[in-house]
């Protein structure tokens, strides 16, 4: 299923080209409170199947128009982000690993790289990026990104993808020249934490319908030139080894986000400009649009 938030304040169910708002009527049954967030959908999804299933079958559809989605999480309690997580060793596009040089670290090491972007970082469909005032690099990063499902802590990576409740699409945005360029690992989260760095959608694909999240194209253009393009079998640690990892870090809680990495090197990666309009893809959940301005 395909599960969106939709504007002023509802969710809806995304069929073909349509959307069937589910919102108020699981509120009407008592089973949501009104105006539900998706994070109160994920929480009592297990229950609500069947609840929902009949929601659809009753539902009025309207045509879909990516101006009315929101960012599918508006306010999870953290964004979990991976680094250099990919195996890279290329520096053509169609060879789908990852282009750059390949990275000496072991998998483990990797894992430590992990940083946090503010969910006040969030952003949605048809939105804008906004380049601040004081940094002028801005680089996006098309992730495949985790969302869980459940309270989580300490899993082992057998258990990792039973927390796991679907995927979206995320932009890793980073503002690579600000500040004074010293103690760059330290400064990820600055540099990744601007508001509107952290694009998410165009909505949550549940885990059912994508049985492999490790066998996913991943394509972005920028003003119709195709930026990057990569297959998620080129991450080092899957979604098994990241859920399992950050769950020994902190409690994992329905809503919250994994950026899974990305997978191209800062030397093949090309700034971004006011006036750009980014396409941002990956198979089996679909496509969204954003735009970039400069800050007032």
């Not at 005032?133 to 495949?144: S, V």
Request: hydrophobic share 35%.
């Amino acid at each position: 299923m395909r599960l969106s938030s939709i504007k002023p304040n509802d969710l809806a169910a995304v069929q073909d080209d349509q959307l069937v708002p589910i919102g108020e009527s699981l509120a009407q049954q008592g089973l949501l409170p009104s105006g539900a967030s998706m994070i109160d959908l994920i929480t009592q999804y297990d229950r609500l199947k069947d609840s929902l299933a009949k929601s659809l079958e009753g539902g009025q559809p309207i045509k879909l128009d990516a101006k009315r989605l929101k960012p599918p999480v508006e306010r999870p309690s953290k964004i979990w982000a991976a680094a250099t997580n990919y195996k890279r060793g290329s520096t053509a596009l169609d060879e789908a690993r990852g282009r750059g040089t390949a990275d000496s670290a072991g998998p483990e090491e990797i894992l430590e790289r992990t940083f946090l972007k503010p969910p006040s970082a969030i952003t949605g469909p048809e939105q804008d990026i906004i380049i601040p005032k004081g940094a002028e690099t801005i680089f996006p990063e098309l992730e495949l990104c985790v969302v869980i499902g459940k309270k989580s802590r300490n899993l082992s990576k057998t258990q990792a993808l039973e927390a796991v409740f679907g995927y979206t699409i995320i932009l890793d945005v980073t503002a690579r020249g600000y500040g004074s360029g010293k103690g760059m690992p330290g400064s990820r989260c600055v540099r990744k934490g601007f508001e509107t760095f952290a694009p998410i959608g165009p909505w949550i694909t549940t885990k059912d319908e994508i049985p492999d999240p490790h066998n996913l194209t991943m394509r972005l253009w920028v003003n119709g030139e195709l930026r990057q393009s990569a297959k998620t079998d080129a991450m080092v640690n899957g979604v098994a080894d990241l859920v399992s990892f950050l769950s020994q870090v902190s409690t994992l809680y329905p809503g919250d986000l994994i950026a899974t990495g990305n997978p191209d090197s800062p030397a093949f990666q090309k700034q971004l400009a006011p006036g750009n309009i980014l396409k941002a893809e990956i198979e089996g959940i679909g496509s969204m649009n954003l735009g970039v301005k400069r800050a007032d």
